[in-house]
DNA sequence: TTGTAAGCGTTATCAA
DNA sequence: TTGATAACGCTTACAA
């Protein structure tokens, strides 16, 4: 394995010489340029990352955090689509990945101290956002740029930067969009409930109920973790009411595929006796049967953007906390109808 | 940001000792240790990795080389069922993991190269297999540790390792639970043809009709890359013939629910009409309509396998290859009944 | 335009 | 058991 040193020697110049070319410096003329490039080539010359690192205090590399492996993450294609954007973004830009493996929140917390103390990464992106996080002070702390998919607490939310979709306005469209199909009885299935994702789903759909003069009724709302199993769980919370909702409004695809099966199995037809609408239009959400009405929320602009967002704030520290809204779509497809009595 | 001397002028040791320290070397007295630890805690030291890794020659970190996005890579569940393994295992040997960003197979391999000369990482993962990938040459001339999930060609077949099924004795299996049931006229949808999973699944698929005496009609067997699309198109090459074959084996879960679906908006019943099988057995398959019988290969264990193998090729470099094949097993759902004539 | 030399933060060798 | 000191491979003043 060659050295900057080899390259130097065999060209004739000094290892400097040979570290300016490497930059591409103007103040190094054409000729020992060629020469040096050639010997490069011949010797198979890459830099050590290492010792470059070490010297420049910057490494390109972007850390990703992973949600623990206790909470939904990578079953769900939400993780695997987000990633397929800031992919795409950090290629383009010349950043590297590197992956959290933490199993407990603990892990990921000291890990996440490690990358940014031993100088792993030059900036990090937090793949979820739950509250009381402690990550979220801890970076703020070490003045370590960062940035959040979701959002931060609203202690947090001019110091953080983040990209995330106005959950609460998605929630409350989709809701009218049911409340607009006659259902005024509506079941809402909420997600983890530490994630602010739920705290505004939750707070989109009453606000549309409100705005309908419908009572919010609590034993309509129910939370849960498990992705598929949690659909199946809150469908029996919710059905087995007095008078259960004519609809659901649910946190996530593969949610209320769950949910699908359920009520499926307990002899409903979905959209005829039940309507089902949920939230991120993943591949699958399609297939089901029925399709669902789903919000897209563009999770792969999520990532990109997130992508972008990191690789400006570490290009200039100083620069102010930026949100990054995406937007979002309402996709009809046939979870849904018009209630009839 | 502390460095090592810090710790040590603060201790009143030189820096060597700390270095010692941290390394928790035997020669070091208890106090000694204890005073130099107590200092690192007050100063919240860390290692700067890259000092670390200049003079180690070792990082730590696992490569991990994802497909070419052009191939169906993250939309399908077996990536990030795959990463969980390994990130388990990963976080277990106290690993991180570096991944590849590349969109083309030029840019991974460029990536490749870039991570093995500039010492970015001490193994590699290759998460796929395909014929004549330029990749394994490459690593093999470095001489730099690494594994396949999936499996080399013949050629390479002693010389690298890999953690891999069985897939032609799963696909050979699966096709005969398939004549099992009386089908003789069985369709064989494969994956991306330079994917060794692909070849072997022929194979298995040719070996149990030879073995059952039926002759292999060549326009029963159609490959197709993309995930739901593929299945649909497949459907259309294989349904419009005169004689349609009566069940079909498919080289994916989640073709096979664009299968189903082309097959249901056909008109066609499953499994009365025609029986579907497929390969994988990811979450999706039990909820799809019917469920899929499906052969389970125990993605999360190819992971995990695959990182408690390349952690053992880093450790002993001279070790020779290794091969770790996983099990499968068949899972009987609803997609598949007995043909009646 | 190029070369010399110091320094980045560690670890390891050799003395003490 | 500990301390000096020389690497590791690169970049960047400062000189030339």
Redesign the interface.
Known sequence: ?STIKDVAKLAGVAPSTVSRVIADSPKISRKTKERVREVMDEL????????R??VNKA?N?IG?I?PS?SYAP??N?F???V??GI??Q??EDK?????S???TEE?ILEEV??MV????VDGIILLYSTTNDPIIPFLLKEKCPFVVIGRPSEQYEHVVSYVNNDNVKAARTITEYVLLLRHERIGFIGGRKDAYVTLDHKEGFEQALQAAGIEINPTYIVYHDE??DGGEQAVIELMAQKTPPTAVVVADDLMA??VL?MLTSMGYRVPEDISVVSFNNV??SE???PPLTTMDIYIYELGFQAASLVREQIASPLMEAQARIVGHKLVRRSSTSRRID
């Open positions: 394995m198979g010359y890459y830099p050590n990352v290492h010792a690192n070490l490494t590399v990703i992973m492996a990578f079953q294609p993780f695997p689509e990633l397929r992919t795409a950090a290629n950043y590297g990945l590197y992956f493996t933490g199993q892990d101290k490690e103390h031993s100088r792993r992705i598929f595929l769950g099966r591949l699958m297939l089901s049967a």
